[in-house]
């Protein structure tokens, strides 16, 4: 069956970097697309970008340009996800989630992780 | 952006009983609307996909209706694993969310 899993939770000091692991299984890892999404304490969620896992290609949300980073290591299966400059509004659970199109374009997302909450405490 | 907004922010329902959650979007979304089911330390779910249609393993009690700016999930028969958080997405235009409905047993 589809999993993703992701690793764990993190604290991190304001201007700090977090990286966020998705660990994929039961199924083809590069023949579907990986999102990111998070969700801030009482906010709604808010999606942060995408990676074509088959060629590396990866598109970002306007808000995160230049601080989002979105790779794969496709031996590993594994996505990941790195955001720099952490501020306090930055403390959300981080979920990855799966493409259900493919690689394709984005379409409706089919499976999520079950998230890794990154505090942000001085 | 196109916006979401679901009501109402929470449902209070018995069990047995049917709950109506909605959401509106900004603009329209065509039938690219997707509820998904989250509860506290778990994955969120898909429930339904394309505005209307049952994703995979999801009981017949949950369904999904509507298109354009207007949709609606209705869950005929609540049972005690259907209390959680249910958010609208919309993926027609890149994605956005609605702030969510929360389903509490009454």
């Known amino acids: 069956q589809v999993q993703l899993v992701q690793s764990g939770a993190e604290v991190k000091k304001p201007g700090a970097s977090v990286k966020v692991s998705c660990k994929a299984s039961g199924y083809t890892f590069t023949s579907f697309a990986m999102h990111w999404v998070r969700q801030a304490p009482g906010q709604r969620p808010e999606w942060m970008g995408w990676?074509?896992?088959?060629?590396?290609?990866?598109q970002y949300a306007q808000k995160f340009q230049g601080r989002v980073s979105i790779t794969r290591d496709a031996s590993a299966t594994t996505g990941y996800m790195e955001l720099t400059g952490l501020t306090f509004e930055d403390t959300a659970v981080y979920h990855c989630?799966?493409?259900?199109?493919?690689?394709?374009?984005?379409?409706?997302?089919?499976?999520w992780g079950q998230g890794a909450l990154v505090t942000v405490s001085s | 952006e196109i916006v979401m907004t679901q009501s109402p922010a929470t449902l209070s329902v018995s069990p047995g009983e049917r709950a109506t959650l909605s959401c509106r979007a900004s603009q329209s979304v065509s039938d690219k609307l997707a509820w998904i089911q989250q509860k506290p330390g778990q994955a969120p779910t898909l429930l339904i996909y394309?505005?209307?249609t049952r994703a995979a393993g999801v009981p017949a009690r949950f369904s999904g209706s509507g298109s354009g700016t207007e949709f609606t999930l209705t869950i005929s028969s609540l049972q005690s694993e259907d209390f959680a958080v249910y958010y609208c997405?919309?993926?027609?235009?890149?994605?956005?969310f609605g702030q969510g409905t929360k389903l509490e047993i009454k």
């Open positions: 394309g505005a209307s």
């Open positions: 990676i074509n896992t088959g060629n590396g290609d990866t």
């Open positions: 989630a799966r493409d259900s199109s493919g690689n394709g374009w984005m379409y409706y997302l089919d499976y």
């Open positions: 997405q919309q993926y027609n235009n890149w994605y956005t």
